[in-house]
């Protein structure tokens, strides 16, 4: 039998890459047995139900004038309840970013407070939204991001050589993914600690591929579909970036049994448990630090192998999470048990 249900989902940019990768998840059959997903731009026509028991699930970075929308969502929407999901602002992005911080503080209390249920896409953004109380806390509830990584776990582990540790990193090319920082940091490296590929294109491509030059342990390469080749040839895989608020780059590398160096900043740390190695954000020396930590390591598989195995789980546990919440009355969402967020290095 047809379930009535429409769960719709809210965009106002169609190619968002993070954010369009996301909504692949919804796509489980967990999930669509629930009801039935739809893909609307908000930009060409006003959103609304067409049954008592539809749900909302916005996915647009709010700010002051995209409340407008969510107002109209809340007062002539007629869905049964409205979700927003957290896919930008973080701790990171505040501090890198925002200089008037308490009137965008505002903004997102009044934008949070047209919605049901808030969902931050990792334990450490739901710590900084309950921190400066955002939305009261029993309104905002964490389901970290994943995707379905079963060719990842196919990889063979890390067999560390003797020469040169092998780093790999990937993304777009802009301010927020620090990739600036980690060439920066390759130039203070010799070429026989470590050396990086990395792979993309974005706006600051001109910028890296000027930072790169000199520095004979660093090649940009092309973007590419699937991580899999790439993560193959990797002993470790760089996130070094200003804001993140959770990290796919994290989820892929730890389930192809790549231990990750990355910024202790937003859902990265969610990620950074005893088998990671963290540096500050924003700084080239602890960046520095962190790599030679890692190329002499002496035990990179097993690191590798233990973060793996937290991985493996993380999929099936954000899509229980979303099938307990869509399958939920809006009475029964803030009794939805948190799961205790890992342990933060």
């Known amino acids: 039998m047809t379930n009535e249900k429409r769960i719709v989902h809210i965009l106002d940019d169609l190619a968002m890459g993070g954010v369009t990768r996301a909504l692949k998840n919804f796509e489980h059959s967990k999930l669509t047995e629930i009801g039935t997903h739809d893909i609307v731009d908000i930009r060409q026509s006003r959103?609304?139900?067409?049954?008592?028991?539809?749900?909302?699930?916005?996915?647009?970075?709010?700010?002051?004038?995209?409340?407008?929308?969510?107002?109209?969502?809340?007062?002539?929407?007629?869905?049964?309840?409205?979700?927003?999901?957290?896919?930008?602002?973080?701790?990171?992005?505040?501090?890198?970013?925002?200089?008037p911080k308490?009137?965008?503080?505002?903004?997102?209390?009044?934008?949070?407070?047209?919605?049901?249920?808030?969902?931050?896409?990792?334990?450490?953004?739901?710590?900084?939204?309950?921190?400066?109380?955002?939305?009261?806390?029993?309104?905002?509830?964490?389901?970290?991001?994943?995707?379905?990584?079963?060719?990842?776990?196919?990889?063979?582990?890390v067999h560390r050589s003797e020469g040169p540790l092998q780093i790999r990193a990937f993304g777009r090319f802009q301010k927020q993914k620090g990739f600036d920082l980690l060439l920066a940091a390759m130039s203070r490296i010799p070429p026989h600690v470590a050396e990086l590929k990395l792979a993309g294109t974005g706006p600051d491509e001109a910028l890296l591929r000027g930072l790169a030059?000199?520095?004979?342990?660093?090649?940009?390469?092309?973007?590419?579909e699937s991580p899999d080749a790439f993560l193959r040839e990797a002993d470790i895989v760089a996130i070094p970036s200003r804001w993140e608020a959770f990290g796919l780059v994290g989820t892929e590398a730890r389930a192809a049994g790549r231990p990750i160096v990355a910024a202790s900043v937003d859902g990265l740390r969610d990620q950074l448990t005893s088998h990671g190695f963290p540096h500050a954000p924003g700084s080239v020396s602890s960046i520095v630090r962190a790599i030679y930590k890692a190329a002499a390591a002496p035990d990179l598989q097993e690191y590798g192998l233990q973060a793996q195995a937290i991985a493996v789980h993380e999929y099936p546990s954000m899509i229980a999470r979303w099938a307990d919440l869509l399958s939920a009355d809006r009475r029964q969402t803030a009794k939805l048990k948190q799961p205790a967020p890992a342990p933060i290095f």
């Open 47 to 99: 959103v609304r139900a067409n049954s008592p028991g539809d749900i909302a699930i916005v996915h647009f970075t709010a700010n002051w004038k995209k409340l407008r929308w969510l107002a109209d969502l809340r007062l002539l929407g007629g869905f049964a309840r409205i979700i927003l999901i957290e896919h930008t602002y973080t701790a990171g992005y505040e501090e890198s970013e925002v200089k």
């Open 102 to 157: 308490r009137r965008f503080r505002q903004m997102l209390k009044f934008a949070y407070s047209l919605a049901d249920t808030v969902v931050a896409v990792s334990h450490a953004q739901r710590s900084w939204m309950n921190e400066h109380k955002l939305a009261p806390i029993d309104k905002v509830i964490a389901i970290p991001q994943s995707r379905d990584c079963d060719a990842l776990l196919e990889i063979p582990p």
């Open 213 to 224: 030059e000199g520095c004979p342990n660093v090649e940009i390469c092309q973007p590419f």
